[in-house]
């Protein structure tokens, strides 16, 4: 094919050339014009963009006002994205007795950082029997409960029980922040009358964990009781009951203290050992003090009853306490324990 021009087509003589489409000598190659030359967006189009901005924001939030999300008012469907009640203090987490190693080189230990609050439920079960009256025991409890409390996070879950002639589910387990006025109100009102129904206060903590572990009420929680006493299990002498063991004292004379059988939570089902086959973890405190007399007395048969009751091992399951003066402590290193045993 000729690349020369076609000569049986002449150009058109009657069309002059356009000079409003000549090249603009003021813009340089890549450029734009300048805003005062560029078309103008419609205002209808800006309306119709804020008016879908508008509903966008009605669905998502229920509301035309803007919502802070994490404020109280936070997404409908949804709880604010952290709060930090929500969450103890956190602190180092060191194994139950320090570290064993022995490492005299400059390798590092491993440690962890306690966060276990979100994920853990605790059922305190609580002698307020006659006898926690003497020697400081009941307000020592009462100090320590409301330290440990005042540290929990607002998702720990929180059961609290109590028992002597009563046995009462002060507090049904649940959120801490949900009933944290009401744990306050429990801690303080509790007052230390009547005798030590020990086996009818582990029943009906075994039928409060069972319903909520089988109805899965805090998935993913690990279940703990901490049970706090002073006393062997007793009967009032009014009624029918075998003694394992007694001891005179001057503040029940002239009753006996009597470790009654019909109390003891270990026979003739071992409801302890029915609550750790459950999955969850069982602490004991034995609240002694060595200046009342009946409390020396029994002291023995009550911490081979308690140690019996504690989950394994014994080490970091059953505690003293001498007048409920270190109970604090107590609490303190049953939570690490709890914490070290989540991290492993």
């Keep these: 094919m000729s690349d020369e021009p076609r000569k049986d087509i002449a150009p058109r003589k009657d069309i002059a050339p356009r000079k409003d489409l000549a090249p603009r000598k003021d813009l ?18 800006v309306l119709f963009v804020m008016g879908l901005v508008v ?6 939030s229920g509301s035309l006002v803007p919502v802070d999300p994490n404020g109280p008012g936070g997404p409908p469907t949804l ?3 952290y709060n930090s009640t929500d969450y103890p203090a956190q602190h180092i987490i060191t194994p139950t007795g320090g570290f064993q190693s022995g490492k005299k080189n400059l390798q590092l230990e491993t440690f962890q950082v306690d966060n ?17 009256k003497f020697f400081g025991k009941m307000d020592n409890t009462k100090n320590a409960l409301t330290y440990f409390t005042n540290n929990m996070g607002g998702k720990s879950v929180i059961g609290v029980d109590i028992f002597s002639k009563d046995v009462t589910e002060e507090v049904p387990l649940n959120y801490y922040k949900d009933v944290k006025g009401q744990v306050k109100q429990v801690i303080g009102l509790m007052n230390p009358d009547g005798w030590t129904r020990t086996k009818d206060a582990m029943q009906m903590a075994y039928e409060q964990l069972s319903k909520a572990i089988k109805e899965e009420d805090y998935p993913g929680y690990s279940y703990n009781l901490v049970l706090m006493t002073d006393g062997v299990p007793e009967v009032p002498p009014d009624q029918p009951r075998h003694c394992y063991v007694t001891a005179a004292d001057p503040n029940t004379a002239p009753a006996l203290r009597c470790f009654a059988q019909e109390q003891d939570p270990t026979v003739p089902v071992n409801i302890p050992n029915e609550i750790k086959n459950l999955g969850v973890d069982v602490y004991t405190i034995n609240v002694y003090s060595p200046r009342y007399h009946s409390d020396a007395v029994l002291f023995p048969y009550l ?14 399951h059953y505690f003293v306490s001498t007048d409920a003066s270190n109970l604090s402590t107590i609490l303190h290193n049953i939570n690490n324990s709890i914490c070290y045993k989540n991290f492993n």
């Design 28 to 45: 340089e190659k890549g450029s734009r014009p300048p805003p005062n030359k560029r078309p103008s967006t419609s205002s209808l189009s």
């Design 55 to 60: 509903v966008g924001a009605f669905i998502a």
């Design 79 to 81: 709880e604010p994205y």
């Design 116 to 132: 276990c609050g979100q994920n853990t439920a605790i059922l305190f079960v609580i002698d307020t029997s006659g006898s926690m």
């Design 303 to 316: 911490q081979t009853l308690l140690q019996k009751i504690a989950s394994a091992p014994i080490s970091s």
